[in-house]
């Protein structure tokens, strides 16, 4: 790289738990900059989530955790060109993109979730992650199988 790495923001933790990761959550469910909406979305989720495992000893915010723990992928498989042909290469995640891509994850499924509104898909697909079930550990799941297919080719490794 030519230039210096640019530095990380510091980010701010919430207003209600004073947590840096509901904080990064809630950038990550962002549109066009209306993080007030995107805070109200989460929140009125975990109410929902609260009522529904209402029989959990856990808090709200203790399950949204576990849940993204659930569908938080260890390994993934990147494409490494040699000699012509393209080879999928598992490789180790950086924890810091651990952390992003299960968030994404959790979001874009809960997006693609039927149900009345985003708040209401994401509660259900917190659940489900939760219950270890659900398109986002779906996806867990399979990232880890192809890497697990893919083995032989971990000498490739960049």
Same mark, same amino acid.
Do not use: C
């Given at each position: 790289?030519?230039?210096?790495?640019?530095?990380?923001?510091?980010?701010?933790?919430?207003?209600?738990?004073?947590?840096?990761?509901v904080?990064?959550?809630?950038?990550?469910?962002?549109?066009?900059?209306?993080?007030?909406?995107?805070?109200?979305?989460?929140?009125?989720?975990?109410? &929902?989530?609260?009522? %529904? =495992? $209402?029989? #959990?000893?856990?808090? +709200?915010?203790?399950?949204?955790?576990? *849940?993204?723990?659930?569908?938080?992928?260890?390994?993934?498989?990147?494409?490494?060109?040699?000699g012509?042909?393209?080879?999928q290469?598992?490789t180790?995640i950086?924890?810091?993109?651990?952390?992003?891509v299960?968030?994404?994850?959790?979001?874009?499924?809960?997006?693609?979730?039927?149900?009345? &509104?985003?708040?209401? %898909? =994401? $509660?259900? #697909?917190?659940?489900? +992650?939760?219950?270890?079930?659900?398109? *986002?550990?779906?996806?867990?799941?399979?990232?880890?199988?192809?890497?697990?297919?893919?083995?032989?080719?971990?000498?490739?490794?960049?």
């Amino acid at each position: 790289m030519r230039k210096a790495k640019p530095k990380k923001r510091q980010i701010l933790p919430d207003p209600v738990f004073g947590d840096v990761k509901v904080t990064k959550f809630v950038n990550h469910l962002m549109y066009d900059g209306k993080k007030t909406t995107a805070f109200t979305i989460f929140y009125s989720a975990l109410e &929902t989530v609260k009522s %529904k =495992l $209402a029989n #959990e000893e856990k808090s +709200a915010l203790e399950i949204w955790k576990s *849940a993204l723990d659930n569908v938080t992928p260890q390994v993934e498989v990147k494409s490494r060109r040699v000699g012509g042909a393209t080879f999928q290469v598992p490789t180790e995640i950086r924890p810091d993109r651990k952390e992003s891509v299960s968030m994404k994850n959790l979001i874009l499924y809960a997006r693609k979730r039927g149900g009345k &509104t985003m708040a209401d %898909k =994401l $509660a259900a #697909e917190i659940v489900d +992650a939760f219950n270890n079930q659900g398109g *986002a550990f779906k996806r867990k799941e399979d990232m880890h199988k192809m890497a697990e297919a893919n083995r032989a080719f971990a000498h490739f490794r960049f």
